[in-house]
């Protein structure tokens, strides 16, 4: 297992998985795993070490996502909390690694803390990539959820003392100025998002405007596309503000917001669409079921040149790609979701014009 590149790996226990009788209902399941055998060598370990050595140092780690698995190693598993009443604790927990011994995978920050939350990020990034979300700008699938610990704690939290109980009085206070906090918060959102609709899609359902940003990969299939690992950590945290929020960049909850894999069985059944509702032609697509996101990718999918979503009742049918693209570019990649929430990941030339297509 040693001798087996971190794709190889995911590969093999992807296979075992969906092999096993053990296992049941295993098309209509996500899978979060840890690999149990992740071993570190710390004993030449120096003040400087990088990250990249860290890892070469490291047997058996992994941060792989798509299709239906998210894998990932176990090295830094002792600095997460082993219940929720030990959450906060382990989210300030100030202690420093020692690299000598233990890995530390925390972004340079190198305290307990950090290894939980670019460990507990990391997860539900790779997680994310199963539900066919790509890299994005800022967020979670950016290198945001190195931060993840700032949806449980506020910034600037201290550790609790394990022999010091806070009172009632403290709680309530503590839980009203959150839920005050949160209710901000929930407003602000609601108002950005009626903006951002008001601004791309029009009375007709023509885009308007185009939203640029950056972008990773797409998910692949269950068991034999590729993989996507999480982006390449900065040297200094916090060089760009907006990349370490832990939140869903917009682009990523759009596709969240209407995939398949989140719809109730009530949204599921008022709409019949199949993977097979897509259908390509030389030079778009059209789909009996209608287009609610639309986004386009340049080859290896490490920018976004287009991201449109559509209403309900404004859903797009038919694209020609050759209206989105004015200019000659290299080969880009579209992901489509469609109203019955099923994500599609279609080749472009340099003309707008499909090349092949695979379907998610």
């Known amino acids: ?30 899978f979060l ?12 370990w120096n003040s400087s070490w990088k990250h990249r050595d860290i890892v070469a140092s490291t047997c058996g780690h992994i941060a792989l996502g798509g299709g239906g698995l998210a894998l990932l190693g176990s090295a830094t598993l ?8 030990n959450l906060v604790s382990c989210f300030t927990d100030e202690k420093l690694i020692d690299r000598s011994v233990l890995m530390d995978d925390s972004a340079y920050r190198l305290t307990y803390w950090a290894n939980f939350s670019t460990g507990l990020g990391a997860a539900l990034h790779e997680l994310g990539h199963t539900f066919d979300l ?31 109980q806070p009172s009632a009085d403290n709680f309530n206070d503590y839980r009203n100025k959150l839920k005050s906090l949160s209710d901000q918060l929930k407003e602000k959102r609601l108002k950005t998002v009626s903006q ?16 640029k940003t ?72 059209t789909s009996s079921c209608g287009m609610r996101v639309l986004q386009i990718f340049y080859k290896c999918l490490d920018q976004v040149v287009f991201s449109q979503h559509f209403s309900e009742k404004a859903a797009l049918f038919s694209c020609n790609f050759t209206d989105f693209i004015a200019t000659r570019l290299e080969t880009k990649h579209s992901i489509i979701c469609d109203r019955g929430g099923c994500v599609s990941l279609h080749i472009l030339d340099d003309c707008g014009k499909f090349m092949n297509h695979t379907l998610s």
């Not at 795993?33 to 030449?44: E, H, L, M």
């Not at 002792?78 to 009443?85: V, Y």
């Not at 951002?196 to 939203?211: A, E, F, L, W």
């Not at 972008?215 to 900065?234: L, Q």
């Open 1 to 30: 297992m040693y001798a087996m590149t971190s794709k190889d790996l995911w590969r093999s226990l992807a296979k075992e998985i969906m092999s096993s009788d053990d296992i049941k209902n295993k098309s209509n399941s996500k």
């Open 33 to 44: 795993a840890f690999v149990s055998c992740t071993r570190y060598d710390g004993q030449n």
């Open 78 to 85: 002792h600095t997460w909390a082993d219940s929720l009443e």
């Open 134 to 164: 790509p890299h994005s700008a800022s967020g979670i699938m950016s290198r945001g959820f190195d931060n993840i610990h700032m949806f449980f704690v506020l910034p600037g939290s201290r550790p609790i003392s394990q022999s010091t």
């Open 196 to 211: 951002i609709n008001d601004k791309t899609v029009s009375s007709q359902g023509k885009p308007r405007s185009r939203v």
């Open 214 to 285: 950056a972008s990773g990969d797409s998910a692949a299939f269950w068991c034999n596309g590729e993989t996507h690992s999480i982006p390449v950590a900065a040297k200094k945290t916090g060089e760009d503000v907006k990349s370490k929020v832990s939140t869903w960049a917009f682009e990523s909850a759009l596709m969240l917001r209407y995939n398949r894999w989140f719809m109730n069985d009530n949204q599921v059944q008022k709409i019949d669409c199949s993977l097979n509702t897509l259908i390509l032609t030389q030079s778009g697509v």
